[in-house]
């Protein structure tokens, strides 16, 4: 294989050489160039959902500006705002923020930008009790994110929190401090936010949900919390301008084709590595990502994820030496935005004298290259996946990079990437047990399976 050009997001395959025959290896390359043109001319499966492609690119400064303006309206004025969504309505705004926020809770820059909180991703009760308790004492904004308005949990947690909203600022009040992102011109949610006045911005339709951070899903609530979005756009630009080049060398391309050759070597299940904890939610962005778009009709890499060297301490016993079935793909940030130093200490009780001076990143990157020999030796295939720092940039390239290595993966295995007839399943049995009406046949059903 060759050499890569400099990019936003690069791709160090030496650790996965040893596991690759060449030969085979340049046909699945081929079959990648081949998804790469299905993917890029819009005539494979799944064609309509193909407007975040080319979405960086349109992305102007007037919608940026209708970003910053609800920023700066609600800088001084609340506390906090509940963005409400799930799946990909929530996790790209999460993953954002978890990886270029303060880890601790301070404010960004020092400026007093509203806390972003979370609600609708879940069912937990005692999340939602626990959510209003923290709301008490704060003013806050609402962010609500559906394309139906119907979906069960941000539709359970919308109706709460704009009872609760409404009881303590008054109904008038919404206008400024509620908004939609919802269809264009139907649903549930587009009916409500017309009748009370809110304001709206608008999902694309052909934007599935999983692809949709660099829309208002994401945008709004990062600008909110004092991110600079232009800066995430221009990075989102600049790697779509990479990933656009028909080459064996492209990124995106060399990636989706190691993971379906790794597939087919029975290695059925990729691991996502970070040795940050700040992205530990888009690990999980990513998860759903590669899992919701590859996980059909029988086939798919199995997503998960691991952080170290947390989990060094835990799941690294499996890794090293459990089933052969695995292969890691690890993020690396290979400059870290802050400097501790290791001190000296007379006592040397822990004997760690012999690393003092050197900066904690420098352990970290040697405990990366250990685990990375370690793992290979022990039969696990590593591709490394690099940038150079981990600030707005580098962030939006990385979620361009890997919707554009989903779209060609997937093609390259053999599925539609933009459906997901599976996630339906599991809410229809809901709605029968919970007594939705036009249920019962099925409510029935599953009573005369539980007897």
């Given at each position: 294989m060759e050499n890569l050009v400099k990019s936003p997001v690069n791709i160090n395959y030496r650790g996965v050489e040893k596991f690759i025959d060449t030969p085979k290896f340049t046909s699945v390359i081929n079959e990648a160039l081949n998804s790469y043109e299905t993917l890029i001319s819009k005539n494979g499966e799944g064609a309509d959902f193909l407007g975040w492609l080319d979405l960086p690119s349109k992305i102007n400064s007037d919608e940026i500006a209708c970003y910053q303006s609800i920023a700066d309206e609600w800088r001084d004025r609340v506390d906090c705002v509940v963005?409400?969504?799930?799946?990909?309505?929530?996790?790209?705004?999460?993953?954002?923020?978890?990886?270029?926020?303060?880890?601790?809770?301070?404010?960004?820059?020092?400026?007093?930008?509203?806390?972003?909180?979370?609600?609708?991703h879940n069912m937990s009760e005692e999340y939602m009790a626990e959510l209003l308790d923290y709301l008490q004492d704060r003013t806050f904004?609402?962010?609500?994110?559906?394309?139906?308005?119907?979906?069960?949990?941000?539709?359970?947690?919308?109706?709460?929190?704009?009872?609760?909203?409404?009881?303590?600022?008054?109904?008038?009040?919404?206008?400024?401090?509620?908004?939609?992102?919802?269809?264009?011109?139907?649903?549930?949610?587009?009916?409500?936010?017309?009748?009370?006045?809110?304001?709206?911005?608008?999902?694309?339709?052909?934007?599935?949900?999983?692809?949709?951070?660099?829309?208002?899903?994401?945008l709004l609530p990062l600008a909110v919390a004092g991110i600079d979005v232009k800066l995430l756009i221009e990075g989102a630009v600049a790697m779509k301008n990479e990933c656009y080049k028909k080459s064996s060398v492209n990124p995106a391309i060399v990636y989706s084709a190691l993971r379906n050759y790794l597939y087919r070597s029975g290695k059925t299940t990729e691991i996502f590595v970070s040795y940050t904890p700040k992205l530990q939610y888009f690990a999980e962005w990513w998860k759903q990502l590669f899992?919701?778009?590859?996980?059909?009709?029988?086939?798919?890499?199995?997503?998960?994820?691991?952080?170290?060297?947390?989990?060094?301490?835990s799941m690294g016993q499996y890794i090293q030496d459990g089933l052969r079935n695995i292969f890691e793909t690890t993020l690396k940030v290979n400059s870290s935005l802050r400097e501790v130093l290791i001190p000296y200490d007379k006592s040397d009780a822990d004997g760690l004298n012999f690393?003092?001076?050197?900066?904690?990143?420098?352990?970290?990157h040697n405990a990366h290259l250990g685990t990375l020999l370690a793992h290979i030796d022990g039969g696990v295939p590593n591709i490394s996946i690099e940038i150079d720092t981990l600030n707005e940039y580098s962030l939006g390239a990385?979620?361009?990079?890997?919707?554009?290595?989903c779209g060609v993966s997937?093609?390259?295995?053999?599925?539609?990437?933009?459906?997901?007839?599976?996630?339906?399943?599991?809410?229809?049995?809901?709605?029968?047990?919970?007594?939705?009406?036009?249920?019962?046949?099925?409510?029935?059903?599953?009573s005369r399976r539980n007897s």
């Open positions: 963005v409400v969504g799930i799946g990909g309505s929530y996790l790209g705004a999460k993953a954002s923020l978890n990886a270029l926020l303060h880890s601790f809770g301070c404010k960004k820059n020092g400026a007093n930008w509203p806390e972003i909180l979370f609600a609708g904004a609402i962010i609500v994110i559906s394309k139906s308005g119907t979906t069960t949990e941000p539709a359970v947690a919308f109706r709460i929190l704009k009872q609760y909203f409404e009881s303590r600022f008054g109904k008038e009040l919404s206008k400024e401090r509620i908004v939609a992102i919802t269809d264009s011109s139907r649903g549930a949610l587009k009916e409500v936010a017309d009748r009370e006045g809110y304001r709206k911005f608008v999902i694309p339709d052909d934007v599935g949900g999983r692809f949709s951070v660099l829309t208002p899903v994401g899992g919701e778009s590859e996980g059909k009709n029988g086939k798919g890499v199995f997503p998960a994820s691991v952080g170290f060297t947390t989990d060094l301490h690393i003092s001076g050197k900066r904690v990143e420098e352990c970290n990385l979620f361009y990079f890997f919707e554009f290595s997937a093609y390259t295995l053999g599925v539609n990437p933009f459906d997901q007839p599976g996630v339906e399943d599991y809410k229809k049995n809901m709605f029968a047990l919970l007594g939705k009406p036009g249920y019962e046949d099925l409510a029935d059903e599953i």
